[in-house]
Nanobody, 121 residues
């Protein structure tokens, strides 16, 4: 059974860089045709896709967040990491990592439990 678990600080100061890690167990992040994504949900709002790192190592980011986002991976640890720079209180959200695949549309079949990140001084 595939499992994903987010980890990282729950509180980040404005202008700093938010860094979260997703640890994957029960499957490899290099398995063909899967896309390892970060998604967030601000309070009272819907889900917002941030970006992904593909099985190949290529990355793709939401245009609205691209200038501040970096997703990388450590295949030896089966982890992938989100870095979001210059955060503001608007970046406060529950952050999820998820496994995606393409089947006509991008779908998500496994999710982490989510981690609350608050941006505040």
């Amino acid at each position: 059974q595939l499992q994903l678990a987010e980890s990282g600080p729950g509180l980040v100061k404005p202008s700093q860089t938010l860094s979260l890690t997703c640890t994957v167990s029960g499957g490899s992040i290099t398995t063909d045709y899967y896309y390892w994504s970060w998604i967030r949900q601000p309070p009272g709002k819907g889900l917002e896709w941030i970006g992904y790192i593909a099985y190949s190592g290529s990355t793709y980011y939401s245009p609205s967040l691209k200038s501040r986002t970096s997703i990388s991976r450590d295949t030896s640890k089966n982890q992938f990491t989100l870095q979001l720079s210059s955060v503001t209180p608007e970046d406060t959200a529950v952050y999820y990592c998820a496994r995606g695949y393409y089947s006509g549309n991008y779908l998500y079949d496994y999710w982490g439990q989510g981690t609350q990140v608050t941006v505040s001084s």
